[in-house]
């Protein structure tokens, strides 16, 4: 059974960082790309950032570009995002998801096939 489950959500003030963190079990995570969603409160899931199975390629929404950071660690099985300069514009349940490809650039829902319960983060102004 595959699990994805994320951590490290919390409430920050604006200008606040996180380190949100996804652990991974039942599939094989080191040829598996990770991508973080976040979803606002009445609004769509939209994407955030994802990265390739090693790490050599990474991909970013504009809107978090120079702020976030996605890396993983496959000996953990974990897939993190730092979060910094926080704005209340960030916050938002946060999802991490994995697609069966080991490189590429995918930046939709419907391209990954395993998701996360996801994790809160709420920043106040």
């Known amino acids: 059974q595959v699990q994805l489950v994320e951590s490290g959500g919390g409430s920050v003030q604006a200008g606040g960082s996180l380190r949100l963190s996804c652990l991974v079990s039942?599939?094989?995570?080191?040829?598996?790309?990770m991508g973080w969603f976040r979803q606002a409160a009445g609004k769509e899931r939209e994407f955030v950032a994802s990265?390739?199975?090693?790490?050599?390629?990474?991909d970013y929404a504009d809107s978090v570009k120079g702020r976030f950071t996605i890396s993983r660690d496959n000996f953990k099985n974990t897939v993190y995002l730092q979060v910094t300069s926080l704005k209340p514009e960030d916050a938002a349940v946060y999802y991490c998801?994995?697609?069966?490809?080991?490189?590429?650039?995918?930046?939709?829902?419907?391209?990954?096939?395993?998701w996360g319960q996801g994790t809160q983060v709420t920043v106040s102004s």
């Open positions: 998801a994995a697609r069966r490809s080991i490189w590429g650039r995918y930046v939709s829902i419907s391209e990954y096939h395993y």
């Open positions: 039942g599939l094989p995570f080191s040829t598996s790309v």
């Open positions: 990265i390739n199975w090693n790490g050599g390629r990474t």
